[in-house]
């Protein structure tokens, strides 16, 4: 079965200090992933994104993921996180063959603590 | 990427009466999509809408309780009929980017929906 998995609901972490939100996925095809992020209030903003080539892949406000094919994994990660980096991150799974759907995980709180 | 706005941005809505979002984009689109996000939890696909042909509903969703229209390659609406306390809701609808982002959905702001 084809599922996306964000393993922590809530991730607080005091600012500047680095941050890793974790995402993984079960899939039997080849996949597109995606990372959004969701301001209280507003709707959801496209971080970054993998479709193919380097595993590494950076995004906005300073954000990187890194692919993993063989841990089925796509962590999100900041080096020195801000106080307006609270927020509600979601990882998303376009599964090869799904009629162009994304399938989301369950999202991560991340809230930065001054 | 387009940009997508939403009407209405929220809506207070009294049990049995049925609402109707609006999702404008300014490019032509091939695909929009309407997703359900409903208090505290992550996001449900409802429907795909393809101008031109009938919308296919996820499991779960059925067209009685949320018809979709999509006249043209720019507009579409989403209905959330007969409503309950349980249709209380972010409803967001979504398009895939142009030819060269065609992989990628980029979201509008959201209809916030609260049923009484």
Request: hydrophobic letters at 35%; one cysteine or more.
């Amino acid at each position: 079965a084809q599922s996306v998995t964000q393993l922590d609901s809530q991730v607080p972490v005091f600012e500047e200090a680095p941050v890793e939100l974790r995402c993984n996925y079960s899939s039997s095809v080849s996949v597109y992933l995606f990372w959004y992020v969701q301001y209280p209030n507003q709707g959801l903003q496209l971080l970054l994104k993998y479709l193919s080539g380097s595993t590494l892949v950076k995004g906005i406000n300073g954000f990187e993921a890194e692919f993993n094919k063989s841990q089925t994994s796509f962590h999100l990660r900041k080096p020195s996180v801000h106080i307006s980096d609270t927020a509600e991150y979601f990882c998303a799974v376009r599964f090869s063959g799904s009629a162009r759907q994304l399938t989301f995980g369950s999202g991560t709180q991340l809230t930065v603590l001054p | 990427s387009a940009v997508i706005s939403q009407k209405p941005s929220r809506d207070i809505c009294q049990r049995g009466t049925s609402l109707t979002i609006q999702c404008q984009v300014d490019s032509q689109v091939t695909m929009m999509f309407w997703y359900r996000q409903q208090p505290g939890q992550s996001l449900t696909l409802i429907a795909t809408a393809n101008q031109g042909s009938e919308a296919t509903y996820e499991s779960g969703f059925v067209i009685d309780k949320f018809p979709i229209s999509r006249p043209n390659l720019t507009f579409s609406t989403l209905t959330v009929s007969n409503m309950s306390p349980e249709d209380s809701s972010i409803y967001l609808c979504s398009v895939e980017g142009d030819r060269e982002n065609q992989e990628t959905q980029y979201f509008g702001p959201g209809t916030r929906l609260l049923v009484l």
